[in-house]
């Protein structure tokens, strides 16, 4: 697995060889440094401690500081901890760029959605609204009654309702890399991530497993099927 910690910088969008516009969001990806390295022999796992975007040293506890400095890195205000595929090989106070990720890389980004404060059931839920009729009231948003009656009267557990909204961990799955600078530290995928401007996320490579088509793979084997009686024409169709 590979893996990156970021800042979104806002959403654009850019025009492929063939013309057509693609949405995509502009990540500062690192440069990260690696302040620990955890191995098989001693924690039981191989993994490595990544540390993200400089910090004054007065914004950090004194633990935080002695835990930075026996690594011999500069202050960190974001430590996050990714089971690399090159763990073993990697050091601590070696750094991690956006060249991490290539050009086609899926990948998956995690970050805390924005803030919506506390909605009631017909934004957070999409529930149905009352007729917009006399008589209807002050109450067209409102939620109603939800107890079935006598029996079991009471409100079963994970019933929708009013509440707060957002600032949730949200993860955005199978994100294609269109564009790598290690120069910039920036990181364009495709579509868009959780999060507002400025949000923190983390960049790791998709859990989803991508097939390669064969060749012939969208002919069928039904003689039923025109496909299936003629694959070449099947075959220059789908060109």
Known sequence: MKAIIGKKVGMSQIFDENGRVIPVTVIEAGPCAVVQKKTSEKEGYNAVQLGFEDVPERKLTKGEMGH???????PKKYLREFDLENAAELNIGDIVKADTF?????????????GHGFQGV???????????THGGGPVHRHQGALAAGT???????????????????V???NLSVVKVDPELNMLVV??????????????????????????????SKNPQKASG?????ASARTK
């Open 122 to 132: 017909v934004k957070r839920h999409g529930t149905a609204i009352k007729r917009m």
């Open 190 to 219: 495709c579509g868009a991530v959780p999060g507002a401007k400025g949000g923190l996320v983390t960049i790791k490579s998709t859990v989803k497993v991508h097939k390669v088509k064969q060749a012939g793979a969208d002919i």
């Open 68 to 74: 930075l400095n026996k690594a011999g890195v500069s």
């Open 171 to 173: 993860t955005v799955q």
């Open 229 to 233: 009686r003629n694959p070449q024409k």
């Open 151 to 169: 029996y079991p009267g009471r409100i079963f557990k994970g019933r929708v309702g009013a509440g707060h909204m957002g600032s949730e961990q």
């Open 102 to 114: 290539k050009v086609g890389d899926f990948v998956d980004v995690t970050g805390i959605s924005k």
